[in-house]
Structures are given as structure tokens and as C-alpha cells.
């Protein structure tokens, strides 16, 4: 299968923070699903948690212990991850968190996984900064982000997540990978 035949699905999570003698949790998912040339489809929600979103965090993405009232566990949103991630190649920007906090899925199914920061350094050596944000800026990506995505920032789980989409698109694009296997994007 060629790049441009593959859906991919781009994610990152959101966390409540880290507290001692506990492990970081979810409290935002953003999904951006799509093929290259393609708009993508977006999903997001929060996640119930069990204990307070520290200040720290707060101040980064701007989530509240209100916002996450109602709010499904992630365990809860399994069958619409499923729906959403399928057999789908999985993207994020410095992927760790997202496949931790996927693992916490019991059998979860989901991969290959896909890492735009190491396919960033690899394709922009030079690059000022290879931060997502950095990157999509240097790059001239950030007004499509938007336009996708209005009214949402960086560190809004589905802004980020359509971002390592967007880029991930851009450098398959710069590289012109498209009819490429998919494998040539594995580092």
C-alpha cells in the first residue's frame, strides 16, 4: 500500500499533571484522521479522572477540574477510539505519551505508531526548533491549523493532533513519498 492509498490517524493527549506517588493521566484526546490531500476528520473529548488537574498543567493547556465534569473515561471512549484509529497507522509528535497512554487499554490493537519529531529531525536538521509548534510556524502550516481548527491553540489535544497530521502530510509532500510504500516513513 502507498502513502497516498493510507489513512492515517494523528493524536495527542492532554494530561492532568504529575502528582506524587501517582502516574499522569488523560483528560483530553484529539483525533485528526485522513489521507493525504484529503480534510481530515476531527474528534476530541475530554476524560474523567479521578483526582484534580494540577495548576501546572492549568496553566499549559488551559483545562479545568469543571470542564472534565460528564466527561467519558477513556476506557469508556474504547469503542470510539476503535472507530476512530481502526487499522489506521497512528501519528504523533514525540509519540511516548500517546502509546502510554494507549497502552493503558487493555489488548488495545492499535499501530503502527508513526513520529513526526523524529521524521522532523530527520527531514529539518537545521531547524530552529523541532517543537510542533516551532516546526508548523517555520514551515508556514499554523494558518491551515487554524482555519482547521478555529478557536483552539497549541496544547489543545485536537489542534496538536491535526497538526502532526498537517505535517506529517507536508513532508510526504516535500519529499514527494506519496506513491512511496508506507514503510518508507518508519525511522
Keep these: 500500500m502507498t502513502i497516498a492509498e493510507t489513512t492515517f490517524a494523528a493524536l ?16 483530553q484526546i484529539g483525533i485528526a484522521t485522513g489521507r493525504l490531500g484529503e480534510q481530515p476528520v476531527l474528534y476530541d473529548s475530554f476524560l474523567a ?17 469543571a470542564q472534565l465534569a460528564g466527561a467519558p473515561t477513556l476506557l469508556q471512549l474504547y469503542p470510539t477510539l476503535k472507530q476512530h484509529l481502526g487499522n489506521c497507522p497512528l501519528v504523533a509528535h514525540a509519540h511516548g505519551t500517546e502509546k502510554r497512554f494507549l497502552a493503558s487499554l487493555p489488548g488495545h490493537p492499535f499501530g503502527p505508531w508513526l513520529d513526526t519529531l523524529k521524521l522532523a529531525r530527520k527531514v529539518y536538521p537545521q531547524a530552529e526548533s523541532h517543537r510542533l509548534g516551532g516546526l508548523c510556524d517555520a514551515l508556514g ?8 481548527v478555529p478557536g483552539r491553540d497549541w496544547h489543545d489535544a485536537l489542534f496538536d493532533a491535526a497538526a ?22 518508519r525511522l
Design 12 to 27: 495527542d493527549f492532554e494530561a492532568a499533571g504529575a502528582v506524587p506517588d501517582k502516574p499522569d493521566v488523560p483528560i
Design 141 to 148: 502550516l499554523t494558518p491551515r491549523l487554524r482555519e482547521l
Design 49 to 65: 479522572i479521578d483526582r484534580p488537574v494540577t495548576r501546572g498543567a492549568q496553566r499549559v493547556h488551559g483545562i479545568t477540574d
Design 164 to 185: 502532526s497530521l498537517i505535517l506529517l502530510f507536508h513532508i510526504v509532500e516535500e519529499l514527494d513519498l506519496a506513491e512511496h510504500p508506507l514503510g518508507t516513513l
